[in-house]
């Protein structure tokens, strides 16, 4: 079965950077959309950003210019680099992946997600 397993979460000072990553079993990374998502306490789960199969991106307007959806196909993993955090983005952050063409926000269309992973950051 079709596996995502997320890592590099963690607790970060407000300024300081992380990297995610993903790695995909049994999914072909680079041949779908795949995307980041993330959910506060007490909030609804939101998109922040998303990558196509030529590797084209779209983000969120709240993480505009900071963080970076990225993909390696040799190592099929996805990567969330993510720079002058914010308390704001304290979460936890699901990687999400889907065979269609087409890349959406709308958490529905993915048909695989792993279990998640925290990001904390402090001011």
């Known amino acids: 079965q079709i596996q995502l397993v997320e890592s590099g979460g963690g607790s970060a000072q407000s300024g300081g950077s992380l990297r995610l990553s993903c790695a995909a079993s049994r999914y072909t990374v680079g041949t779908g959309c795949m995307a980041w998502f993330r959910q506060a306490p007490g909030k609804e789960r939101e998109g922040v950003a998303i990558i196509d199969r030529t590797g084209r991106t779209n983000y969120a307007e709240a993480v505009k210019g900071r963080f970076t959806i990225s993909q390696n196909n040799a190592r099929n993993t996805l990567y969330l680099q993510m720079d002058s955090l914010k308390p704001d983005d304290t979460a936890m952050y699901y990687c999400?992946?889907?065979?269609?063409?087409?890349?959406?926000?709308?958490?529905?269309?993915?048909?695989?997600w792993g279990q998640g992973t925290q990001v904390t950051v402090s001011s």
């Open positions: 999400a992946a889907t065979g269609g063409a087409w890349c959406s926000f709308y958490e529905n269309y993915y048909e695989y």
